[in-house]
């Protein structure tokens, strides 16, 4: 019997996320935040997942809360990995024609240190000629980040119309009726913290100014999202006591590690 | 989707008794890419589609039968596009010119006629073909030394002709001179 490996699994998780993989849809609700890291972690194996993501992203970026993703692949990745998830980033804006991630990109490049490019195709590097050409012809995506990729096109012919997608993921309509990414990602942050978190705590990890969290915090206490507990100097954001306090998907953790997938 | 010889045989059986194709005159049609090489059992992978690099008699893409393919694919779960020519158009300069004399036959499905190309002209089209996965699937084929040999001199032919495939062909090169110091290609001399 064949064994089923990561990547099958990633086969299926993407073919419930609308992307046409040869495997059975994976039966469950999915965390796209979680299936983006974990394809950026196994792309460098398995080069298809690079442009799996980034034609994904084109078509349904919307529903991805970017500061979470961010902060999330920080804690996760290495910065041969970041640097293929800002490289996926700008190649699906690049599909989309539009600058949904330049903001993103603009966060993580800094922070990411590649000594000299690399193949995104691991066993590429055991060929120093072809890796050479490869930088010699590389795009100014692929400079900028430092991961020499063959070339990548945006495969919308194996993604499934949109309405059929998101009718079968419906926990991701949170993320598509947010008010922009700061909005987004917060109600992200603040699910993942059962203990709650500050308003100070919320911008750090935003990577905005405590400022910058106000609005988007007020009208999620508004919606009775969240709700804000505690006084004045020890306030915690905390889900409201009428929304789920885990996600469909959370505690998906779970679901990445093998060894605890439900089958 | 198909990860399998019987999955594409299957495929091909329903679209060669497409009505559509009814009373259709015979016709050659080459396969090439991973479809190819699952055929003949060179790679262990799957593929979305059948990529048709040639249509020997003259058939264009115009003709009925991708209309009939897009039948087939709904009633299978298929993609619309699982048995399309796009690669004829775009990579058919990359197929030796004498791949005939090595095409390998995969059955008559209706008025179909179904080869697909061999393991040495695969190999001569992955090494020509860009994309990391088609970097991959060189790798599984693990090319001889006298395969190499021939792919370059196949490879030496087309910088005069293709002079638009610099880039490409630079990069077959340079992976042709990696693929020749391999141990890997060394240890398949026989």
Known sequence: MKTETQYDRLKQRWRRAGYAYSAPQ?????????????????????????????????????????????????????????????????????????????????????????????????????????????RRHADAVSTRWGVLVGDVTARYDALEDEAVV???????????????????????????????LSKSELARRCGVTRSSVHAPVARLIRQRKIEQTGSRKTSRLRMHPTQPRRSAFQGLGAVVQPQAEPR | MFD?????????????????????????????????????????????????????????????????????????????????????????WKLPPDYRDRWERVGRFGPLDVRCISRLDLIAMKMLATRDRDMRDLESLRPRAQELDWVGGFVATLKERFPGEAQTIDIAKARLLDMRKSPRAQSHED
Request: hydrophobic share 40%; net charge negative.
């Open chain 2, 4 to 92: 399998t010889r019987e999955t594409i045989i299957q495929a091909l059986e329903a679209l060669g008794r497409h009505p559509g194709l009814a009373g259709a005159s015979a016709t050659v049609v080459v396969l090439a890419g991973r479809a190819a090489g699952i055929l003949i059992g060179e790679i262990r992978t799957n593929t979305a589609d059948c990529d048709v690099v040639a249509w020997p008699d003259g058939f264009s893409r115009s003709g009925p039968i991708e209309g009939c393919a897009q039948d087939i694919a709904k009633a299978h779960g298929l993609p619309t596009d699982w048995f399309n020519s796009e690669c004829s158009l775009t990579s058919g």
């Open chain 1, 26 to 134: 994976w039966d469950a609700p999915i965390d796209v935040v979680e299936l983006l890291i974990d394809s950026v972690k196994l792309a460098r194996t398995e080069p298809d997942l690079f442009e799996a993501g980034a034609t994904w992203l084109a078509r349904f970026g919307d529903v991805v809360p970017w500061r979470y993703l961010l902060w999330t692949a920080r804690q996760r990745c290495s910065h041969k990995e970041l640097a293929i998830l800002g490289c996926m980033l700008e190649t699906s804006d690049r599909f989309a024609g539009r600058a949904r991630y330049r903001e993103a990109c603009n966060t993580l490049h800094p922070t990411v240190r590649i000594e000299r490019p690399f193949p995104l195709y691991e066993g590429s590097e055991r060929m120093p000629e072809y890796v050479e050409t490869l």
């Open chain 1, 166 to 196: 998101l009718a079968r993921n419906p926990e991701w309509f949170e993320s598509v009726t947010s008010h922009g990414d700061v909005e987004k990602s917060a109600l992200r942050f603040i699910r993942s913290e059962p203990q709650g």
